[in-house]
Nanobody, 122 residues
């Protein structure tokens, strides 16, 4: 499966963006969103099971970000509200292949998309 992320852009503090992650075909693995700021490790943001259930979030985005899935469109969304400058990063989506449910470890994921840049200005 190939994943393609899109929807990034420049937004002011407090603004919103919606990212999309299109899968090339239907899968039965969880999908995760990660982000990587310059000079930093790739960090877990959110994940969702193949059927759109069981959303899981990093503490830093709880209450602000919402992950969802449109099964018919093979697309996972990340709605980001109340954005902060510290949310600035390249956002990636990926498919979980290893580890238990709720894994937040990048090595447990593959089929990484190319990333989409989110910049939040102060």
């Amino acid at each position: 499966v190939q994943l393609q992320a899109s929807g990034g852009g420049l937004v002011q503090t407090g603004g919103s963006l919606r990212l999309s992650c299109v899968h090339s075909r239907r899968t039965f693995d969880p999908t995760g969103w990660f982000r990587q700021a310059p000079g930093r490790d790739r960090d877990f943001v959110a994940s969702i099971s193949w059927n759109g259930a069981n959303p899981h979030y990093a503490d830093s985005v709880k209450g602000r970000f919402t992950i969802s899935k449109d099964i018919a469109k093979n697309t996972v969304y990340l709605q980001m509200n109340s954005l902060k400058p510290e949310d600035t990063a390249v956002y990636f989506c990926a498919q979980q292949r290893r580890g238990g449910w709720g894994s937040t470890s990048p090595p447990d994921f593959d089929s990484w998309g190319q990333g989409t840049l989110v910049t939040v200005s102060s």
